[in-house]
């Protein structure tokens, strides 16, 4: 059976359909063309799309090497990134035979995919595409890149049954309001704003997400230098689990395969040597709120966080304003939320209009391990045994071959469906392989940058959600979801609802909250 970091089965799947799909991706080299307006902030999404590409497919070059801008991986120039990717890259028992050609601006020949912009459009075709020019941070090629990957991934799979909406001529869209147009001017006079962030869950979203702020609020020369003022005052991360090289660094674009410790820790000391103001919250939500010296949190709290009591947590934390990241499969969506204000809140999704069940029960009924045995697991730094794995692949509810795997995993991997991957049914329809898709976080990590960015620079936010989904184009699609009408979502507590107007003394903002 075929073990690779690139693919996972989630179902009784065929060893041929799993050989079929990796022989389909280690036969792909992604060669990279730039012109000479590759340069400044365009250099790193140039880095970024390497780090997603090299994780996927057999082979990737560059036609001419290229230096980085100061960037989060800490490589000067495109050789040093390849090395530093190593422990992340495939080792295919051949070379590649097919070439997908990849171009960057519209000063070189075409290719196959051609990906342009600037900090808030994104451009994307099959021709080369242009940049705009003195990008401050380039957000916008960052989404370009993370729409080529999926694209490389539709052409490379198309065969073996990946399906997906191919580019036709050229994309356009921005990161301002999401529309399908360029982006709009920025309002004259839009001022900066100071703002304390707390990121709930540094997983593969949330630390793609600090990495591209990284980019976007450091100084423009070096950064390695303290940020200016009037951008973010602190960054707080909050993370109960730790790093694990064996799996996160195929799922995570910001990790290079050698980071290890305390997620929380790791990603506030590296925000704190790139001149940020960063500290470290390795625990729950919950225990982060109890170690404050106040209630509530006067700042925006980043959400991605993806289980019921995780999300009960963040909402329960009352802060100023939440925007929240949701991933399943290669949909995402980021969503900006206040409390009682007619909005869905950071709850208002995990409430169920059906007769109510705890948490372990719907994990019992999941994974076919006991309740009690469940809410054992659901404790901070359980870990699944072999007689766990066992049972559950015993009552038929996670097939055999991912045994080994999940030894020692926690509750969450035993239930979580696909996150962060497209799925390819087999021809029978038997079974399913997932294959990983870094560029769904990174995407994620796109829409929380560039709403932090616009937040902090006065700049117009979203209004309320915005919808994404990779396995083509993104629609622009922007909505504002109801709050729940159950009455059991925590936005109905009276005294909760008190609490926040007392903490905040005006009613919440649909958008631009500082």
């Known amino acids: 059976m075929p073990t690779d970091p690139r693919l996972r089965l989630l179902g009784d799947e065929s060893v041929a359909h799993t050989s079929t799909l990796l022989h389909a991706l280690d036969d792909v080299r992604i060669a990279i063309r730039t012109g000479p307006d590759m340069a400044g902030r365009y250099t790193i999404a140039l880095a970024a799309f390497m780090g997603m590409t090299a994780r996927l497919f057999g082979q990737v070059v560059l036609e001419r090497p290229v230096s980085l801008a100061d960037n989060w991986w800490g490589a000067t120039d495109t050789d040093q990134l390849m090395t530093a990717l190593d422990n992340v890259r495939p080792r295919p028992p051949e ?20 990906i342009g912009g600037d900090d808030y459009t994104i451009r994307l075709g099959t021709k080369p595409q242009p940049f705009g020019q003195n990008a401050s941070h380039a957000l916008g090629v960052h989404g370009a890149v993370c729409i080529a990957v999926s694209q490389l991934l539709l052409i490379a799979l198309e065969s073996v049954g990946f399906s997906g909406v191919r580019v036709v001529e050229s994309y356009v869209a921005n990161l301002i309001d999401y529309n399908l147009t360029a982006a709009p001017e920025a309002p004259p006079n839009a001022g900066q704003h100071n703002l304390h962030l707390a990121v709930a869950g540094v997983g593969s979203v949330g630390s793609s997400s600090l990495a591209l702020l990284a980019t976007a609020l450091g100084n423009q020369d070096t950064m390695g230098t303290p940020v200016p003022r009037g951008t973010l005052a602190k960054i707080t991360t909050i993370d109960a689990d730790t790093i694990d090289p064996t799996r996160n660094p195929f799922r995570y674009p910001a990790l290079l395969g050698t980071e290890t410790g305390s997620k929380a820790e790791y990603f506030a000391d590296r925000l704190t040597k790139l001149g940020f103001e960063a500290q470290a919250a ?8 109890r170690s404050q010296d106040q209630p509530g949190f006067d700042g925006l709290l980043l959400s991605s966080v993806d289980t019921l009591t995780g999300r009960l947590e963040v909402t329960d934390a009352l802060a100023r304003s939440t925007l929240s990241l949701g991933v399943s499969g290669l949909s995402l969506h980021a969503q900006r939320e206040f409390f009682a ?3 869905a809140c950071p709850f208002c999704d995990y409430v169920s209009a059906q007769p109510p069940m705890t948490q372990a029960d719907v994990h019992a009924v999941t994974t076919g391990l006991p309740v009690p045995r469940v809410l054992s697991l659901m404790q901070e730094g359980a870990r699944l045994t072999d007689s766990d794995v066992d049972q559950a692949i015993a009552a038929g509810k996670v097939p055999a071959h991912r045994r080994d795997a999940l030894i020692g995993a926690t509750i969450n991997d035993l239930v979580r469906q696909a996150y962060a991957e497209g799925e390819v049914r087999s021809p029978s329809g038997d079974g399913v392989v997932a294959v990983a898709a870094p560029q769904v976080s990174w995407f994620a990590g796109v829409l929380a940058a560039a709403e932090i960015v616009k937040q902090v620079q006065g700049l117009p936010v979203v209004d309320r959600r915005v919808d994404v ?15 729940d009408r159950t009455g059991r979502c925590l936005c109905r507590s009276g005294t909760r609802i008190r609490w926040y107007r007392e903490l905040y003394e005006k009613p919440p903002m649909a958008s631009g909250a500082s």
Request: hydrophobic share 45%.
């Open 95 to 114: 070379q590649p035979r097919r070439e997908l050609v990849v171009t960057f601006g519209d000063r070189v020949p075409a290719g196959v995919i051609g």
């Open 282 to 289: 390795p625990g729950t939500v919950a225990d982060w709120v």
């Open 341 to 343: 204000d007619g909005f």
């Open 469 to 483: 989904d990779l396995t083509g184009l993104p629609p622009g699609l922007v909505r504002r979801i109801a709050a």
